[in-house]
């Protein structure tokens, strides 16, 4: 193959010499052997024009005196030359007046020998040349000479031209290829040599070859200079391309790394866990022998010791794990944010500063390459550090030095969450036991609250009952002082009485009730309401009216309380004018909103939250009675199915109570 | 056809001829070759004047006249008169003369002595005798009796003899172009 290379250029060269010096021959030649061959015509001419005039004037007597014979004769001497082929003597008129033929035969004789003006005229034809001359003779034109002669002494000197050109150009050929051979070596060598190394450079992609530079000439000096210098070039961008290549594997890696990393360790709430996946991870990633993760702890009391967690597959032959207190040789200082990366740390540490963390015990094997980076939270605050060993040298690099900071970030943020996730556990837990205690206060709160009123209840109703029976049976007995007491007695006995049933009312409404409420009508409970309430209506000749109610997720009892309440309210602060009360309902953003409006002596806005507090009333009962809880009762029922409850009022112009349901998931459809 | 050469045409028209002639057409070809071609004395007239062209005379006289003589009756008619009219010879203009004796023939550079003359043939020559004047008879035996040039018939085409020995008696150099033409060269013994 390379024989094959070598010869192709060889090849050329010696091809285009000989080519060249042929062509330069043959065309020398061709000029030669051309300029030969006219001046051999013109001599043949010449010759034939002698011989003609020879005969013209050997047969000039004859053509004056007629005598052809003589004519012949002349013309027979022709028989000398063995190239003329023909010849004649023709009288001025152009008849034929004497002829010669070599092969005897008279054929060929052209009729006319084309006598123009001139006194010779010649034509060369492929064959023969034939030549026609004007016999004068004293001044005067009296026949005319034709004399054709063949070529063959032409074709024979042609031929011997040929023959000679053809050794003259063989030889010079050969000359020609071996000088060529001998020389072409001075320009192909050097070429050859230079394609095959592109041949090398092409086939194996490698750049470090250079061309022997050793030769002299002008332009292939040039050519190698220039071929070794693109080569130099090109295998200096090769090994940046293959750096920078490199470079990038090793990011696009790490950050790749990092991205599997993050997930492990971000999911990992417990701290110990935690602190093992850390270690492993980035003991696995750096290629360490030995990993440690020192974690600072803050303890109660005050104290901060050091937690190691430890990896790799030879971290017992480097050090007996040791216990955090009494690990002198592991009394690392986190304080400095720095990163310590040491080829070998028995030559002591990078930049003269004392290695942190530093220190192995006794016995163990001696740690060469170093590698150790801070863990920091993202207020700042070192929360321990990475330690890596290597029982080799220069085993860290930079990129191992990345890598483990972004493995300490993500530590720290792991770490970080773990300690919020641990506050938001236990604060859960507070919150909770809180809640367990409330309730059970609460309960027993109710608890009390009922039997209260079982307990209270009997007793006063022994007062009043056994009140109004004195005064029955005894009324006129008594004095007239009596009679007034005795009334005290029995309305204080009975307002007592009324008070510990609404107080159980109270106490009932927000009990917890855990099942959902199934959707009731609120038609039907506003009627039940209405119904009890019918004779306080009639005395006060209250009208009523009301549109069309919705179901709503609560219970009956609970909207008809409402109901029977505010109904209640708007007809006890009724004005002069007889009560007009209006009951309404509308869809509102997931929500039904109830309204009592009515026409009564209204509310001071700024009392408009006050009203809704337990025993809290702004009229003395004597202008109004009441216990000052049925407001109170009516926002706890409301609150407890997750509504509100508001008026909407002011001084003397009538007052609306507002109550809202929650849709829930169930669409409530009217009535 | 017609034109093709002379000798030939005028073979074949002698055998036309002597197969006697038939039709008129024929007839009317014979005419006209019979114009074309020379008569004998036609023939004879111009070889009598380009004789003087393969001669030479001993002495020469200027710009004098090349006369062509003839002695006794003119056989030529006009053809001499048509023949040398315009001709020159060596730069002399020829002309042709009749003369009616011999002591007229000085001046002559040829002298055609007609057939007529042949009983006085002896007188004429011996009366030229010391002149060189060219003697060209187509009297018999004229060459043999001391003529110098004879005219013959060969066939029908003229032909001549010399004697060359008269001739250089006479003084005059004949030119071999002209010997090698001659039929018989008479020579001194």
Redesign the interface.
């Known amino acids: 193959m390379v024989e094959g290379r070598n010869y192709s250029i060889k090849r050329k060269l010696i091809w285009m010499n000989m080519l060249v010096s042929g062509a330069a021959l043959l065309v020398a030649s061709a000029a030669f052997v051309a300029y030969e061959l006219a001046a051999f015509r013109q001599t043949l001419v010449r010759s034939l024009s002698i011989q003609a005039q020879m005969v013209g004037s050997?047969s000039?007597?004859?053509l004056?005196?007629?005598?052809?014979e003589?004519a012949n004769k002349t013309l027979s001497a022709l028989r000398a030359a063995p190239n003329i082929l023909s010849g004649g003597i023709y009288t001025p008129a152009g008849?034929?007046f004497a002829a010669y033929s070599r092969n005897g035969s008279g054929e060929g004789l052209p009729l006319h020998p084309g006598s123009s003006g001139q006194i010779e005229a010649h034509r060369f034809t492929g064959q023969d040349v034939m030549l026609v001359r004007s016999i004068v003779?004293?001044g005067k034109r009296i026949g005319t000479v034709y004399i054709r002669s063949d070529l063959q002494e032409l074709k024979d000197r042609l031929k011997r031209y040929a023959g000679i050109v053809a050794i003259v150009l063989l030889m010079s050929l050969m000359a020609a290829f071996v000088l060529s051979s001998v020389y072409q070596r001075t320009i192909a060598r050097p070429i050859v040599q230079l394609a095959e190394i592109a041949r090398i450079v092409s086939r194996e992609k490698n750049y470090s070859v250079r061309a022997p530079g050793k030769y002299q000439h002008g332009e292939i000096a040039i050519l190698v200079e220039a071929f070794n210098e693109m080569l130099a070039q090109i295998q200096r961008r090769e090994e940046e391309r293959k750096t920078l290549l490199m470079s990038e594997q090793e990011a696009r890696r790490t950050a790749e790394l990092l991205n599997r990393v993050g997930p492990i360790v971000l999911g990992e709430l417990d701290l110990k866990k935690l602190a093992q996946k850390v270690i492993d991870l980035a003991t696995q990633l750096s290629g360490a022998q030995f990993g440690a993760f020192a974690r600072v702890v803050v303890n109660e009391d005050g104290t901060s010791p050091m937690l190691y967690t430890f990896s790799g597959a030879l971290c017992e032959a480097f050090i007996e794990i040791p216990q955090p207190a009494d690990s002198a040789a592991f009394n690392p200082k986190f304080s400095e944010k720095t990163i310590v990366r040491s080829d070998d740390i028995t030559q002591g540490a990078p930049e003269g500063k004392p290695p942190f963390p530093f220190g192995m015990p006794d016995g163990s094997l001696p740690v060469r390459s170093y590698l150790g980076v801070p863990v920091i939270s993202r207020f700042g605050e070192v929360m321990g550090g990475l330690i890596f060993g290597h029982c080799s040298p220069a085993m860290f690099t930079e990129r191992h030095e990345q890598l483990v900071l972004g493995i300490a970030a993500q530590a720290a943020i792991a770490i970080d969450n773990a300690n919020l996730f641990e506050q938001v556990r236990q604060g859960r837990l507070r919150a909770e036991e809180t809640s367990v205690v409330l309730r059970r206060v609460n309960s027993d709160l109710e608890q009390f609250a009922y039997s209260a009123y079982h307990d209270l209840r009997e007793p006063l109703r022994m007062v009043r009952i056994y009140t109004q029976k004195l005064e029955k049976d005894y009324g006129d007995k008594l004095g007239p002082g009596a009679d007034l007491c005795i009334r005290y007695t029995v309305q204080g006995a009975s307002r007592m009485e009324q008070l510990v049933s609404d107080l159980i009312n109270y106490t009932q409404a927000g009990s917890d009730n855990p099942e959902p409420a199934a959707p009731s009508s609120a038609e039907i409970a506003f009627t039940s309401a209405i119904s009890s309430l019918q004779e306080a209506l009639e005395k006060c000749g209250a009208s009523i009216s009301h549109e069309r109610l919705p179901q709503v997720r609560m219970h009956r009892a609970h909207l008809e309380q409402l109901f029977l309440n505010l109904t209640a309210n708007a007809i006890k602060y009724r004005g002069e004018k007889p009560p007009e009360i209006r009951i309404r309902a509308e869809r509102r953003q997931g929500e039904w909103v109830f309204s009592v409006q009515d026409n009564g002596i209204g509310i001071d806005p700024q009392y408009g939250e006050q009203i809704f507090g337990v025993f809290k009333r702004l009229h003395s009962a004597e202008e109004y009675s009441g216990t000052g809880i049925g407001l109170a009762i009516c926002r706890k029922i409301v609150q407890r199915y997750g509504g509100r409850i508001w008026v909407e009022s002011e001084l003397r112009k009538g007052a609306t109570f507002l109550f809202t349901v929650p849709d829930g998931e169930a669409e409530a459809g009217r009535g | 056809m017609i034109a093709m050469c002379s000798s030939g045409i005028l073979i074949r028209h002698h055998r036309a001829y002597v197969a006697a002639l038939m039709t008129w057409g024929l007839l009317v070809v014979q005419n006209l070759d019979a114009q074309l071609k020379p008569t004998e004395y036609q023939v004879k007239a111009a070889y009598l004047s380009n004789f003087g062209r393969f001669v030479e005379w001993r002495a020469r006289v200027g710009n004098e006249p090349f006369k062509v003589c003839v002695l006794g009756p003119d056989p030529f008619g006009p053809a001499l008169d048509a023949t040398v009219s315009g001709e020159s010879i060596d730069h002399a203009p020829v002309e042709a003369k009749r003369i009616a004796g011999a002591q007229e023939a000085g001046s002559c550079r040829i002298l055609f002595i007609s057939s007529a003359e042949d009983t006085q043939l002896r007188a004429i020559l011996t009366a030229l005798d010391k002149t060189s004047v060219l003697t060209v008879s187509d009297i018999p035996q004229f060459a043999k009796r001391g003529g110098m040039i004879q005219f013959i018939l060969i066939g029908n085409r003229v032909r001549f003899e010399v004697n060359l020995d008269a001739a250089q008696r006479a003084g005059l150099s004949l030119s071999s172009e002209l010997l090698k033409l001659a039929t018989t060269v008479r020579r001194a013994p």
Do not use: I, T
């Not at chain 1, 004056?64 to 052809?68: A, H, M």
């Open positions: 050997s000039a007597s004859a004056v005196f007629s005598d052809p003589s008849e034929l003779f004293q």
